[in-house]
């Protein structure tokens, strides 16, 4: 267990939607980066946060967005959902922002349908 | 821009084979390189990562190696065991700061 709690474990939205995703990263990691996780594909950086600022987007839309609070959790929202969105939602945290020497750590996802 | 392969996409082998997992990535320029496993529906759990400057990690039946220069990396298990069966996925990180994953090797291993 990596000590990454994500909330909630499975939800179903309606298309037009939005959702909130939460994240509560390993004591001692100031860092949280989300992924998202098609059925079958490898995980797609979203973005990261360091010190409650974005620090790196991947490329997703701006309906893809987020905060990080002081005490360095999370939260990832999505607007207007659409059927693609249906995805595994990843939450990793880490020491720093700098992944040249560590590891990330990934909590167990939040799987969201999209009807 | 980075992309990571991984062959084969799945795999079935008799339980006590020994086996390899593939992975290849186009730019060399890599801090790491790290193997993860991924049980159906859930999250993703470090196996190994290997610096740069390594040429391999080795923990318990698991040894993964890198050839930089090359953009190649394998995962051996060996004596493998029902317990080993799931998604393998491989993840490069470089100057961005994010990993790049590879889409998985689905491993079964038949009892």
């Known amino acids: 267990e990596t000590g990454v709690t994500q909330s909630p474990t499975h939800l179903i939205k309606t298309r037009g939607q939005q959702v909130t995703l939460r994240c509560s990263s390993q004591?001692?990691?100031?860092?949280v980066s989300w992924y998202q996780q098609a059925l079958g594909q490898g995980p797609q950086f979203i973005f990261q946060?360091?010190?409650?600022?974005?620090?790196g987007r991947g490329n997703f839309p701006p309906r893809f967005s987020g905060l990080q609070f002081p005490n360095y959790s999370s939260e990832l929202n999505v607007n207007a959902l659409e059927l693609d969105d249906s995805a595994l939602y990843l939450c990793?945290?880490?020491?720093?922002?700098?992944?040249?020497?560590?590891?990330?750590?990934f909590g167990e996802g939040s799987r969201l349908t999209v009807l | 821009k980075q992309e990571v392969t991984q062959i084969p996409a799945a795999l079935s082998v008799p339980e006590g084979e020994n086996l390899v997992l593939n992975c290849s990535f186009t730019?060399?320029?890599?801090?790491?390189l790290q193997w993860f496993r991924q049980d159906p529906g859930k999250g993703l759990t470090s196996l190994l990562l290997?610096?740069?400057?390594?040429r391999e990690q080795t923990s318990g039946r698991l040894n993964a190696s890198l050839d930089k220069s090359s953009g190649r990396s394998t995962l051996y298990i060996a004596a493998s065991q029902p317990g080993d069966s799931a998604t393998y996925l491989c993840?490069?990180?470089?100057?961005?700061?994010?990993?790049?994953f590879g889409t998985g090797t689905l491993l079964a291993v038949q009892p």
């Open positions: 004591s001692g990691h100031n860092t």
């Open positions: 730019d060399s320029a890599i801090y790491n």
């Open positions: 290997i610096q740069s400057s390594q």
């Open positions: 946060y360091y010190r409650e600022e974005e620090n």
């Open positions: 993840a490069v990180t470089g100057a961005t700061n994010k990993l790049i």
């Open positions: 990793a945290s880490s020491l720093s922002p700098n992944l040249d020497t560590g590891e990330l750590f």
